[in-house]
């Protein structure tokens, strides 16, 4: 098969070489003439082959390659299924399904395959596709999904996405193989209602199944306030461990009532949903707890937000540091891509510093196994923590 070329500026292949999967449009000398989506070649000044990618030539990155070769090959069902399988196969390893059948199984860079997420929940895939190139080969990944027994796909859109790389296709059962919502699914033998059609994200926050499990095993006889808690996961982890009373605050009121089916379904009862605005109810409450969890949203979607949002992780983390208890402990997160470990660490020194108190970094903490970061790629590291302790 025959392959539009994208041939770069002479000394512009020096990141691909080091295997960085993108193609920048400023470092394009001469552009194919494909369609959006069109895999495409990608050769040196010097017309040697580097590798494939998916071409986006309305994009500032022109192109996101997920294979690196110097030797032509032909790309396809197979190419898509075998690399579908060897993301399967590495979860393998890590992900033990008789206590946990919610898990990512493709992360996009993370996996060599550039521009689509996938995760599962128990018989369900949910796909979140955020390039064109993906789209027009998708039939092959819900095959490749099929033989790996995933008869269950859901494809969501996200609205940005869809207007930046025009894909069109989303938000429907593909098949019309439906599930009805909610899907029963488990992390760590903590029972989860999972609705994958109207829920956040492709409907839950997987990337902290680990920080769960951790917030559990210092949980016992603890009072706990989960911030930003959506569905309740660092709630449940809390309870199941033998926290002594958890209040979980989410300004969705939809998450609240999540989180709620969510206690009940695990059999708990010693737990408060509170739908309210987190900073409002750390400024308001009277109470103090011994553990805290501050897990927000992105706060800089883009770099030109990081001043405003390095405010905003500022005030949460004093307002946290100022309501835990002498002794207690304090779960601090950032997912947003454009602060990085560094920046974060600076921030919450900052905030620790305004509340006078003695306050010791416990533990560094990190994405999951199945939200691997591929090396060439270190964007693809985005969720950062820190454990604190607070005398
Ligand atoms: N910790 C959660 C994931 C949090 S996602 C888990 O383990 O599943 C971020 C959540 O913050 C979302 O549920 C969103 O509804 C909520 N949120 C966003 N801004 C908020 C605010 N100002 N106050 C309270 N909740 C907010």
């Known amino acids: 098969m025959n392959y539009e070329k994208i041939i770069l500026k002479s000394g512009r292949e020096r990141s691909l070489l080091n295997r960085h999967p993108w193609v ?66 590495y979860r393998k390893q890590f992900i033990n399904n008789d206590h946990t059948n919610i898990y990512r199984l493709i992360h996009a860079e993370g996996d060599f395959f550039p521009g689509i ?32 027994g995933f008869n269950h796909i859901y494809l969501k859109t996200k ?36 609705d994958v059609e109207k829920g956040q994200k492709t409907g839950f926050f997987i990337d902290q199944r680990e920080n769960r499990r951790m917030l559990g095993e210092l949980s016992m006889g603890k009072t706990v306030l989960n911030t930003f808690s959506y569905s309740g996961g660092f709630s449940l982890s809390a309870l199941k461990y033998g926290a002594t009373w958890v209040d979980s605050v989410d300004s969705s009121k939809e998450a609240i009532e999540l989180a709620n089916q969510n206690v009940a379904l695990n059999g708990f009862s010693n737990h408060e949903g509170i739908a309210a605005d987190c900073f409002e109810y750390l400024k ?66 900052s905030a ?13 903490l990190s994405q999951p196994d199945d939200h691997p970061i591929n090396i060439y790629h270190p964007e693809g590291e985005y969720l950062k923590g820190l454990l604190l302790h607070v005398e």
């Open 352 to 364: 620790a510093a305004e509340c006078k108190r003695n306050v010791r970094i416990v533990r560094q």
């Open 117 to 148: 997420i996938i995760d599962i929940y128990n018989q369900a895939a949910v796909c979140q596709i955020l390039v064109k190139g993906v789209e027009l080969i998708s039939q092959y990944v819900f095959e490749a999904l099929n033989s790996l």
């Open 24 to 89: 920048f449009s400023g470092g394009v000398k001469q552009m194919p003439k494909a369609p959006n989506g069109s895999i495409v070649e990608v050769r040196t000044n010097a017309d040697e082959l580097l590798g494939y990618g998916f071409f986006a030539p309305n994009s500032q990155i022109m192109c996101r390659l997920f294979e690196f070769t110097n030797e032509p090959i032909e790309i396809n069902a197979n190419y898509w299924k075998n690399k579908i399988t060897r993301a399967f196969e």
């Open 159 to 194: 609205q940005s996405t869809q207007l930046l790389e025009n894909v069109t296709d989303g938000n429907r059962w593909v098949n019309d193989a439906i599930l009805p919502m909610p899907i029963n699914a488990k992390e760590y033998n903590i029972q989860f209602n999972i």
């Open 284 to 349: 308001q409450c009277q109470k103090t707890y011994d553990i805290i969890v501050l897990d927000p949203p992105a706060f800089a979607k883009h770099s030109r937000a990081v001043a405003n949002a390095s405010r905003g992780y500022q005030s949460l983390n004093k307002l946290g540091i100022e309501k835990v208890k002498p002794g207690g402990l304090i779960f601090t997160f950032s997912c947003s891509q454009h602060i990085d470990k560094d920046l974060f660490r600076k921030i919450v020194f």
